[in-house]
């Protein structure tokens, strides 16, 4: 996986390069035209809800799926010419633990670790190691079936890295766990791009993005829309938002009506529909939005105009809701 090395031609320092990549299923279009630059050692996010195209995008630089159309090199090698080499240079870790759930955590790793050429003892000191490194260890003679949720996520990413990759491909990696264990991954992922490790990464959730990744590109319904650091995308709105919330949460559908009337932008409902936000260009038709509402006599309980949050763009870009909003904030 790591020991391989790119070939030594005059390569650019990037880790990936995709151009036109499409991939289809029958009449749909999951990946449609899209172009991909990763550098060496960065942590890159591929950001979109469920469907989007994410996973077959992942999946095709993988060389797990074929490309319809397009061209990609992975550290130099070719997915076309040289898919080999590219499976010898990356780790993938799926949606879903590739565990055997009645294997302790300690016979996972030992068991991976000799298929990948590991003997006897270096076998059990790569699994210890690994074990350590992913603060397993007091758990390394439980049975996988045993470990929670955030526990099995660090061993199923730790059973990717038995030999070091160049370039690692996390597909939604926190998806499901609770706030502190999604935090503990975190840390591995950012100590993982500190060792020198190029990371992708897919995921719906925008604090994650926000939080891990230098770059981040978003996609929808197969195509990339946007990409820019989480700064650049935020600015590119070219907007901020009024956000607002009411003293009677129950007339929030007509406040919803009396704003995208008067505004012409559609509100955004937090998770708790306790409160909105809306895209306003001047602090001129904020002005207009608050008289509107005082007018209908809808009472506010706070209000506030501001730069937009990564949630806030994706809405913009997209119009539709994020995981972080459906999981009431909790990324």
Known sequence: ??????????????????????????????????????????????????GAGKTTLLRMLATLLPADAGSAKVLGFDLKDSPQEVRGSIAMTGQFA????????????????????????????????????????????????DYSGGM????????????????????EPTTGLDPMARKSVWRMIRSLSEAGVTILLT??????ADQLAARIAVINHGKKIAEGTSRELKAATGSGFLHLTLVEHLRIDEAEQVLEEITGNKP???????????????????????????????????????????????????GQITETQITDGEA
Do not use: C
């Open 1 to 50: 996986m790591a020991d391989t090395a790119a070939p030594n031609n005059g390569v650019s320092s990037l880790a990936i390069e995709a151009h036109g990549l499409t991939k289809n299923f029958g009449n749909v279009r999951a990946v449609d035209g899209i172009d991909l630059t990763v550098p060496r050692g960065m942590i890159f996010g591929i950001l979109g809800p469920n």
């Open 268 to 318: 955004q409902r937090s998770s708790e529909g306790a409160a909105l936000s809306l895209m306003i260009d001047t602090p001129q038709n904020a002005n207009r939005a608050l008289a509107a509402l005082i007018k209908a006599d809808i009472e506010l309980a706070d209000f506030s105009m501001g730069a937009p949050s990564l949630d806030e763009v994706f809405f913009a870009l997209t």
């Open 203 to 208: 995921t719906q959730y925008l604090e994650e």
């Open 98 to 145: 590739s565990l055997d759930e009645d294997l302790t955590g300690r016979e996972n790793l030992i068991l991976l670790a000799r298929l990948w050429g590991f003997r006897g003892r270096n076998a059990k000191k790569r699994a210890d190691d690994l074990l350590t490194a992913f603060d397993l260890m007091e758990a390394a003679t439980k049975q996988v079936k």
């Open 152 to 171: 099995r996520r660090r061993l199923d990413i730790a059973a990717s890295l038995v030999v070091t990759p160049g370039v690692l491909f996390l597909d």
